[in-house]
């Protein structure tokens, strides 16, 4: 039976940095690298020279930004043409943090925090030997929690089995979103008016919150303990008998 091809991983930006080196030595990420058949470039213009003459075509590209607008847009637009079936991982560095807000020449689907770049490539590993699709370019941000978040879940036991959880947003895809990432899990969803015997979980979706909707999570809140204390109340009582305790004597 001939042994599974190795995938090709082609890695972009200061791959020698402490910053970088420190995030793959998560779970060993960086042996897992080593083991593939991984190439190191140091810009963008050396990947779209490497790419560009068929001599690599990676199943992965990580891409490390130390820096922002360390990569023009021109230059990330003409790789990810070059290579439209290839698997993305963008680390940004802690002083790329403002990238999202102040500028995305990155899709955002493939964009994220250097600390979890390790996890992100593992999974992407994982999902290129399951023959997975890859999150195209074009994949917004929410799509991709949505399609990463049900790809981990499936993996994981039923955390939420015997227990509810209530979403609470104004959004309403959000909201729907992590209802469906709360029932994977096992969690029995509830409206935002029922009741349940079962402990609850409160999630709250929202970018901010004002202070009607904050008095009405903690009434939720103690709605809920003092269901469970009343539960518990009924569910120990014991029947009560009566005792009589008699002093012994004292020897004479």
């Not at 049900?150 to 729907?176: C, N, Y």
């Not at 469906?180 to 899990?185: G, K, M, V």
Request: proline content about 6%; glycine content about 4%.
């Amino acid at each position: 039976m001939p042994e599974a091809s190795q995938p090709v991983v082609l890695i972009i930006g200061e791959c020698q940095s402490p910053q970088f080196r420190s995030a793959l030595s998560d779970n060993h990420t960086a042996d897992i690298l080593n083991s593939a058949d991984s190439h190191s470039v140091k810009s963008l213009a050396d990947a779209i020279s490497l790419v560009g003459t068929g001599e690599l075509i990676p199943d992965l590209v990580i891409s490390y930004q130390s820096i922002p607008d360390e990569y023009s847009a021109t230059d990330i637009d003409q790789l990810i043409g070059l290579l439209p079936f290839s698997r993305f991982v963008v680390a940004f560095s802690p002083w790329c943090e403002s990238i999202g807000r102040t500028e995305q020449r990155w899709p955002s689907a493939w964009s994220i925090p250097l600390a979890h770049a390790a996890a992100r490539i593992r999974l992407e590993l994982q999902q290129l030997a399951e023959d997975s699709t890859p999150l195209l370019a074009t994949t917004s941000r929410d799509e991709a929690f949505a399609t990463l978040a049900a790809g981990s879940l499936e993996q994981t036991a039923h955390p939420g089995r015997g227990m509810s959880a209530r979403v609470i947003s104004a959004d309403v895809s959000l909201k729907e979103c992590f209802e469906s990432i709360a029932c994977s899990l096992g969690f029995e969803i509830l409206d935002t008016e029922s009741e349940s015997r079962s402990a609850t979980v409160h999630i709250l979706v929202a970018p901010f919150i004002d202070r009607g909707t904050f008095r009405r999570i903690q009434q939720l809140r103690d709605d809920d303990c003092r269901r469970q204390r009343s539960s518990l109340l009924r569910t120990w009582r014991l029947p009560t008998k009566q005792f009589h305790f008699e002093k012994p004597g004292l020897p004479r």
